[in-house]
């Protein structure tokens, strides 16, 4: 059984430094999602810089603070999942 984590952890190994867009894509997908988290905070503030507590200022920030819980966590789980995509797609060719 350990022979076989072995071989696994050494393929793995294989296919990470043979194959850098196993994991350049997944991080290019995170920092677009970092990005686009970071543009949407600094328009925030803009807004209420601008406008202050206006009538429309409670709905702003709660679709607001919906949007960045849904940004953190397409960011992380859309990452894991084109991560594993790739690996398994570099996997059966080896």
């Known amino acids: 059984m350990f022979d076989w984590i072995r071989n696994e952890l050494e393929i793995y190994a294989m ?3 043979n194959r850098k867009h196993i994991w350049l894509i997944p991080l290019g997908f995170f920092s677009f999602c970092l990005c ?6 600094s328009n925030y503030e803009n807004y209420m810089m601008m406008n202050g507590s206006d009538a429309f200022g409670s709905i ?3 679709v607001y603070e919906k949007s960045l819980h849904r940004i953190d966590k397409i960011a992380f789980f859309g990452s894991l999942v084109i991560f594993i995509i790739l690996y398994k797609k570099a996997r059966n060719y080896f």
């Open 60 to 62: 702003v920030t709660m």
């Open 36 to 41: 686009v988290k970071l543009w949407m905070l």
């Open 15 to 17: 296919l990470m430094s």
